[in-house]
């Protein structure tokens, strides 16, 4: 086996932003991918809808652009990464092994959404923060940090959890 391995696996996305700052602590490369069925009301994203949206990429490529920046860590975004769980678990799973590079993952279903489906539920050993659940646009708040309602949790999988983070939740075990 060589030291690092190769996917030519795909994942569909809209957009790759580099060293941004919104998408979670310090700086990040995030990959924006497309389709999203949540439908949330008032969405800042619809366009992301579109499971046919953006354009392929292996993860192989995106690869590439996360190990060329080595002060970013890496964030998935959409549209909802778990419509795409094979290609982004693939994603993640390199970057654990080839990176110390932490992931934060939104997603619009619950973290007991994603427990309950063994297929969604593979992706979640490589994560470090899940942000998790739909956006309400009943509940919209704009103060909050990385987050548009407060159902929505920052949820810590792994580490140590960031008290300073409102919506920080650190203990959920993993079933
Ligand atoms: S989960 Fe996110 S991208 Fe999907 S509809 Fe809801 S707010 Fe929009």
New binding site residues.
């Given amino acids: 086996m060589t030291a690092w391995s190769t996917s030519s696996m795909k994942i569909r996305i809209l957009n790759i932003l580099e060293q941004t700052m919104a998408d979670g602590p310090g700086f990040r490369t995030a990959i924006y991918c497309a389709g ?1 069925a ?3 009301k008032g ?4 366009q ?2 579109d499971f046919q949206g953006g354009h392929e990429v292996t993860v192989d490529e995106l690869m590439e652009v996360i190990k060329a920046d080595s002060m970013s860590d890496v964030t998935f975004s ?3 990464p778990f419509y795409q769980v094979d290609g982004f678990t693939e994603l993640a799973r390199r970057i654990k092994a080839e990176t110390d590079k932490t992931i934060w993952c ?3 279903f619950t973290l007991e959404e994603i427990q309950a489906d063994p297929h969604m539920a593979q992706m979640l050993p490589y994560l470090d923060v899940l942000v998790d659940g ?2 309400i646009l009943e509940q919209r708040d704009t103060s909050l940090l990385f987050r ?1 309602s407060p159902n929505q949790r920052i949820i810590w999988l792994k580490g140590k959890p960031d008290d300073t983070i409102p919506g920080t939740v650190p203990l959920v075990p993993l079933k």
């Fill in positions: 999203c949540h439908h949330c969405c800042h994203n619809p992301s809808w959409g549209g909802d939104w997603t619009g739909p956006f548009g």
